[in-house]
């Protein structure tokens, strides 16, 4: 399965904000729409992302306080990204190595979506049911003289 498949089903919204927008502007939107990752992008490029981690540690160095600063502080300037093309178990493995829950999608230098651990978690489940159910049918139709 490769990561255009999960893009399909999952839909293509995104939230984005610019380096300069404050941090706690940034907080509130995640909050409102339920999210845990914002894109950060500048002159219609791709310079960062701003997740809940990058949040809960502004928090921390500024004493509980979300403060301040803009969101070019707090980012990660250098998120790991994935194609449309790349297979899923990939994705998995390089989620997993970095640590990382929100991977944006990118095609050549075209932001297409942002893939979170939730989204990979569910569709290999999907996948993994979908192959259940066709091993049960496969199984309850076993040809009965099929041992001669």
Do not use: C
């Not at 310079?47 to 990058?54: D, N, S």
């Not at 929100?102 to 075209?110: E, F, H, K, L, S």
């Amino acid at each position: 399965m490769k990561v255009s498949e999960i893009l399909k089903v999952k839909g293509n919204i995104l939230y984005t904000v610019t380096p300069e927008t404050p941090l706690i502007d940034a907080v509130n939107t995640m909050a409102e729409k339920d999210i845990g990752s914002l894109v950060v992008m500048e002159f219609g490029t791709l310079v960062g992302m701003l997740t809940f981690r990058e949040v809960m540690n502004a928090i921390h160095q500024n004493g509980g306080a979300v403060g301040s600063n803009t969101v070019r502080k707090h980012m990660d300037d250098s998120p790991i990204t994935v194609t449309p093309d790349t297979e899923v178990n990939e994705v998995r493995r390089i989620m997993l190595e970095r640590h990382a829950r929100y991977v944006p999608i990118m095609d050549a230098r075209t932001l297409l979506g942002v893939m979170s651990f939730y989204d990979v978690a569910k569709a290999v489940l999907d996948a993994q049911g979908f192959e259940n159910k066709m091993l049960k049918a496969y199984i309850r139709d076993w040809p009965s003289n099929a041992d001669e």
